[in-house]
C-alpha cells in the first residue's frame, strides 16, 4: 500500500509556472503508473498526465506541450511541471496510483490510491 500527498500547489498569473510534486510513502512508486487528475468546480474530474510504471508518458491534449510529468526514484516523488499556465489549468490538482497497468490512465476509475490533492489558480 502507498501513500501519497501532492505539494506545490498555488496562486500564480496567466504565463508562469509551478511545479507540482506527489510524494510517496509506504512503498516505492517505481511499481506504480502515476497519473495528474484535475478538478474544476462544478466539472468532472479529467484527467491531466501519466508516467508508466514502464517509463512512457501520456499528456492531455490541453497540456501537451505545456507540462511535463517526471519521476524521481531516488526521491520517491513523481513530479508535474507547468508551464505557460492559462486561467482554465486552475483546478485542485490530484496524483494517484495504481499498479501492473500501463494502458487505458485516463479513466479515474482504475486507480487505487489518491492524494488529498493541491489548489493551482492561474489569475488572467
Known amino acids: 500500500q502507498v501513500q501519497l500527498v501532492e505539494f506545490g500547489g498555488g496562486l500564480v498569473q496567466a504565463g508562469g509556472s509551478l511545479r507540482l510534486s506527489c510524494a510517496g510513502s509506504?512503498?516505492?512508486?517505481?511499481?506504480?503508473?502515476v497519473s495528474w487528475f484535475r478538478q474544476a468546480p462544478g466539472k468532472e474530474r479529467e484527467f491531466v498526465s501519466s508516467i508508466t510504471w514502464s517509463g512512457r508518458n501520456f499528456y492531455a491534449d490541453s497540456v501537451k506541450g505545456r507540462f511535463t510529468i517526471s519521476r524521481d526514484n531516488a526521491q520517491n516523488t513523481v513530479y508535474l511541471q507547468m508551464n505557460s499556465l492559462k486561467p482554465e489549468d486552475t483546478a485542485l490538482y490530484y496524483c494517484?496510483?495504481?499498479?501492473?497497468?500501463?494502458?487505458?490512465?485516463?479513466?479515474?476509475?482504475?486507480?487505487?490510491?489518491w492524494g488529498q490533492g493541491t489548489q493551482v489558480t492561474v489569475s488572467s
Open positions: 494517484a496510483a495504481v499498479t501492473n497497468r500501463d494502458y487505458g490512465l485516463g479513466n479515474p476509475t482504475l486507480y487505487d490510491y
Open positions: 509506504g512503498r516505492t512508486l517505481s511499481v506504480y503508473s
